[in-house]
Every structure is written in structure tokens, then in C-alpha cells.
């Protein structure tokens, strides 16, 4: 069955960086779009960024454009989310998720798969 684990958040300072880590199986990973998104008040959650199928092409939410990088390597079913110069307000529970319609979505409700997310914490 398909599955998506994320991993690698923690407590930082303000200003650190953070790597995630999204490794899938389940499905032929680079048939897919991959995306992060976070939760924000109301348990939504917050488009933060997606990746094409080869890696070549990246979408990012305002909020984190400059800060965040997404990355994928489809030889390990593995995506990425490198997070620079991290703010309080970057704390969140961080979701990886799939998407068939490709990386310019957006919209949490066009992902069909989710992991279980990972705890984001920055201090100030």
C-alpha cells in the first residue's frame, strides 16, 4: 500500500535550518508530484511547496520562497524539504503528500496520499 513517512523535524533557534525527509513506497514514486504542506489554525493545512516528477521544476508558497528548497531523488523514493533561516512562525506539524495532477498544485485537497507528519519547533 502506499506509504509516505516523513522525518528529521526537531526544536531549533531562530535562524537554524532544518532538513525533512519524505520517503515513499507503495507506488512508482517518479510517476508522481510530491508536495509539503503544514498545519496551521482550524487543522488545516498550508500549501508550502511541491516538486515536479523529475526534480526539474519546484513550487513554493510565498512565505518560505528564498528560505525553503524542495529536492527530490527518485533512485531512493525520497523527497526533501532543506529549510534556511527558519522563524517561529515556521513552526508546525509538516506534511509530505502525492498529488496526480501535477506540481502546480496547491490545494491540499488535490494530494490523494499523506504521511504522518513531523513536528517543526523554532525558538525565538
Known amino acids: 500500500q502506499v506509504q509516505l513517512v516523513e522525518s528529521g523535524g526537531g526544536l531549533v533557534q531562530a535562524g537554524g535550518s532544518l532538513r525533512l525527509s519524505c520517503v515513499a513506497s507503495?507506488?512508482?514514486?517518479?510517476?508522481?508530484?510530491m508536495g509539503w504542506f503544514r498545519r496551521v489554525p482550524g487543522n488545516e493545512r498550508d500549501f508550502v511547496g511541491s516538486?515536479?516528477?523529475?526534480?526539474?521544476?519546484?513550487n513554493y508558497a510565498d512565505s518560505v520562497k528564498g528560505r525553503f528548497t524542495i529536492a527530490r531523488d527518485n533512485a531512493k523514493s525520497t523527497m526533501y524539504l532543506q529549510m534556511n533561516s527558519l522563524k517561529p512562525e515556521d513552526t508546525s506539524v509538516y506534511f509530505c503528500?502525492?498529488?496526480?495532477?501535477?506540481?502546480?498544485?496547491?490545494?491540499?485537497?488535490?494530494?490523494?496520499?499523506w504521511g504522518q507528519g513531523t513536528q517543526v519547533t523554532i525558538s525565538s
Open positions: 503528500a502525492r498529488t496526480p495532477h501535477g506540481y502546480g498544485m496547491t490545494w491540499h485537497s488535490g494530494y490523494d496520499y
Open positions: 507503495g507506488f512508482p514514486f517518479g510517476d508522481y508530484a
Open positions: 516538486i515536479e516528477t523529475s526534480g526539474g521544476r519546484t
